[in-house]
């Protein structure tokens, strides 16, 4: 069965510096949702989106944005990377908003 | 304060073994209780999610209890196999569009041969 892709699965990138973090989420999933995992730590949410809408907003910082598009998929945008961004950042996808999410298997962001 | 906390924070057992993992909230209101399983750098896939109304749910050798009224959980591992090594997150809705999901930190469970 076709899951939640994200790409890229690791990433480098030096502080200052921007990263896309992409999501396709699983075929007429509408709801796409992002979190941030730091080591040792549970996922913390950022942001949700709904039939392309921003849906609800968590703790993402003011450097972060994202957007979901006509097909679907997402799109987290990182700038001003700080050494503090670095963790593995997951997208989960449902059919609908609290319905079960599916997750991904998260991009790996190293900031040096 | 809506919280999640799981117990223990860690498990050691050995391959073929039974292991029960507690999960205990205080989340209100309450829409739903999942259970999911976490490979390390993985993302979480779920095991059993469980309404106020249902009391247990199985998936193969998981199976979930659930007492609304006390406010816990427990997963069930039956004849653990070493692929069962992982986190076991438990995680409580409390409704609303991203599902108000409440994580717990997870029982990080090992099986040894």
């Known amino acids: 069965a076709a899951g939640v892709i994200q790409s890229p699965r690791h990433l480098i990138k030096e502080k200052r510096e921007t990263a896309t973090l992409k999501c396709y989420p699983i075929p007429r999933h509408d709801t796409v949702y992002w979190y941030q995992q730091g080591p040792g730590q549970d996922p913390q949410f950022l942001i949700s989106f709904y039939e392309k809408m921003q849906s609800d907003k968590g703790s993402i910082p003011d450097r972060f944005s994202a957007q979901q598009f006509s097909d679907y998929h997402s799109e987290l945008n990182m700038s001003s990377l700080e050494l503090g961004d670095s963790a593995l950042y997951f997208c989960?996808?449902?059919?609908?908003?609290?319905?079960?999410?599916?997750f991904g298997d998260g991009t790996r962001l190293s900031i040096l | 304060k809506n919280q999640v906390e799981q117990s223990p924070q860690s498990l050691i057992i050995l391959e073929g073994k039974n292991c029960t993992l507690q999960c205990n909230y205080t989340v209100s209101p309450f829409s739903n209780l999942r259970w999911y399983k976490q490979d390390t750098g993985r993302g979480p896939v779920s095991l059993t999610i469980m309404t106020f109304s249902e009391n247990t749910k199985s998936n193969g050798r998981y199976t979930a209890t659930l007492d609304a009224d006390t406010k816990q959980s427990s997963l069930h591992i039956t004849a653990s196999q070493l692929s069962d090594s992982a986190s076991y997150i438990c995680v409580v809705s409390g409704g609303g569009s991203q599902g108000n999901l409440i994580f717990g930190k997870g029982t990080k469970l090992s099986v040894k041969p």
């Open positions: 989960a996808s449902s059919p609908g908003p609290d319905q079960p999410q599916h």
